[in-house]
């Protein structure tokens, strides 16, 4: 493997084409946090500077816009490379698992945490193309893992899916309480 022998060099061997891009929305998303900031928080009288509801957001707020802002001046010094909006749509791509999840989301109160979990694991090992017996079988031991440990163990309050009315007496009590 051949050596680095300068930071420029650095730059332009591991430099990506959706630099520019990236840098361009992380620096609005920065600018606009400080222009939201006065709002979402205050600054409290006879509070000590530290303890301040705003302070260590406002550090934190900046801090992203100062480096937000190096980072769009980094990028519109460096040569442009092709691949741009090809890199970009890589990025988009990801967005497909943001809908699979909302869709879960919607799916768990209609029929239940242990049904959705099940079907959205099993769905997820085939959208990857890993659907071989034995990680269906892992993608439905985790789902079952997964309901236990949060509706039984944790007893974290989760809706109960509307399926479970139709379920006979003794198993809807079973299913409302830990499915």
């Not at 650095?10 to 400080?34: C, E």
């Not at 040569?79 to 909302?102: A, K, M, N, T």
């Amino acid at each position: 493997m051949a050596r680095i022998k300068t930071l420029q060099e650095l730059f332009r061997r591991y430099r990506r084409p959706g630099d520019i891009v990236f840098a361009v929305l992380f620096l609005s998303f920065a600018l606009f946090l400080l222009w939201k900031l006065p709002g979402e928080t205050v600054w409290a009288k006879r509070t000590n500077w530290y303890a301040q509801p705003r302070f260590w957001p406002a550090v934190a707020v900046t801090g992203m816009v100062i480096f937000a802002s190096l980072h769009f001046i980094g990028s519109l010094c460096s040569r442009r490379i092709p691949g741009r909006w090809r890199e970009v749509g890589f990025w988009l791509q990801s967005l497909e698992y943001v809908l699979y999840f909302l869709a879960y989301v919607l799916l768990v109160p209609r029929i239940g945490y242990l049904p959705a979990t099940l079907v959205f694991s099993i769905f997820l090992t085939f959208r990857v193309g890993e659907a071989t017996r034995v990680n269906l079988a892992a993608a439905a031991g985790f789902s079952v893992a997964v309901v236990v440990i949060f509706r039984a163990v944790l007893q974290v309050k989760i809706p109960a899916g509307h399926i479970y009315e139709a379920l006979p007496d003794g198993l809807r009590a079973f299913a409302l309480l830990y499915l």
